[in-house]
């Protein structure tokens, strides 16, 4: 069923999660962080769906960023409505956080999952307005 779903998303014929956008993972990415980072978003939007779905009328259209360091990441995440660019090898330990076009935060530390994640289920509580009754 997940397969048909994601069928039916990519061709633009019915929503049912948020699209990710990830890039593959390169050379620049300094570690298996990025691709662990890019699994827990996935992971993260697929199980508050249900709840979402129910709460906030259109979250399913949401587009999500998560890119593995500045050569795309910062134009990826500007284009989507949320999205992180993580450093690469060797680039300063910091990830950009933009939400609908503009820069919102810089994220440094060993709590950038946990503190994107806090930041996306913020963005989803602005955004999408609660249904009613």
């Not at 199980?47 to 050569?71: D, K, L, N, T």
């Not at 060797?90 to 810089?106: H, N, Q």
Request: hydrophobic share 35%.
């Amino acid at each position: 069923m997940l397969v048909s779903q994601q069928i039916l998303q990519s061709l633009g014929l019915r929503s049912f999660t948020p699209q990710v956008t990830a890039c593959p993972g390169c050379g620049r990415t300094t570690s298996t962080f990025f691709q662990e980072l890019a699994g827990q978003i996935q992971t993260h939007l697929r199980e508050r769906m249900p709840a979402w779905r129910r709460a906030h009328p259109g979250v399913e259209e949401m587009r999500v960023a998560v890119m593995g360091c500045i050569v795309n990441g910062p134009g990826e995440s500007k284009h989507a409505d949320i999205g992180i660019s993580l450093p690469g090898a060797s680039e300063d330990p910091k990830a950009p956080v933009y939400a609908d076009g503009r820069l919102i935060t810089t994220l440094k530390g060993d709590r950038i999952a946990a503190e994107f994640i806090a930041i996306l289920e913020d963005y989803v509580e602005k955004r999408y307005p609660r249904a009613e009754g």
